[in-house]
């Protein structure tokens, strides 16, 4: 499967805890990108990358959320002290620089529940 | 800004009956356009772009958009609709200028299918 993969597929935490998530993009593209969604809401941008630069943060994204995607390969997305309003679906995407439409291709997505 | 509009959160139809699912956007450039969809526990997949060329766009599935200036409007249409049709559709722009993929999307409609 050359997709987007996303890793864990599910993750329930408790208040206060910390975690990660991983994306591994489709291998030749550059770009990747986080996306995060709420029940009952489409996708909001969060954050992406072109190789291994972090290019633009959403305001979205707390001092708690830090993305990393160190050799410009797979990502992960970290959250610090988890609340509960952090629970939601947070969507990896991919697509290449060369791409003059824009299209993104996703992954099928890390459920967080925060309890 | 850009933004879109989707002017259902649910669309009921039977199954062989004509799907029209609306999308208004608002764009200070010549917009992208998409349409995305998703099925439960899948990731959002691409069904088809505008990106300036043909104002009638064919994609997937039998699925159709027309992009009309005037009305600022990209509906999604199919003749007739099937049960594997049933899933979250979103309209989605891209933010004027410049290829960055920071997509913004709608709050997504519904489609239920009924046999």
């Known amino acids: 499967d050359t997709g987007v993969s996303q890793d864990p597929r599910h993750k329930i935490t408790k208040r206060g805890q910390n975690v990660t998530f991983r994306c591994d993009p489709i291998s030749e593209h550059n770009r990747l990108y986080w996306y995060r969604q709420t029940l009952g809401q489409g996708p909001e941008f969060l954050t992406y990358?072109?190789?291994?630069?972090?290019?633009?943060k959403s305001r979205l994204l707390s001092d708690r959320f830090s993305a990393e995607r160190p050799k410009g390969s797979f990502s992960t997305l970290e959250i610090q002290r988890t609340e509960q309003g952090d629970s939601a679906m947070y969507l990896c995407?991919?697509?290449?620089?060369?791409?003059?439409?824009?299209?993104?291709?996703f992954g099928e997505g890390s459920r967080l529940t925060v309890l | 800004a850009q933004s879109v509009t989707q002017l259902d959160s649910h669309v009921s139809v039977s199954e062989g009956t004509p799907v029209l699912l609306r999308c208004n956007y608002s764009s200070s450039y010549s917009p992208s356009l998409f349409w995305y969809v998703q099925h439960p526990n899948k990731g959002l997949q691409l069904l088809l772009k505008?990106?300036?060329?043909?104002?009638l766009v064919k994609g997937i599935n039998g699925f159709e958009a027309e992009f009309k200036k005037s009305e600022t409007s990209f509906h999604l249409t199919k003749p007739s609709a099937h049960m594997s049709d049933a899933a979250e559709y979103f309209c989605v722009v891209t933010p004027g200028s410049g290829n960055t993929g920071k997509l913004i999307f709608g709050q997504g409609t519904t489609l239920q299918v009924k046999p």
């Open positions: 995407a991919s697509s290449s620089f060369l791409s003059r439409t824009g299209e993104l291709f």
């Open positions: 505008y990106t300036s060329a043909a104002t």
């Open positions: 990358f072109q190789n291994e630069a972090q290019l633009e």
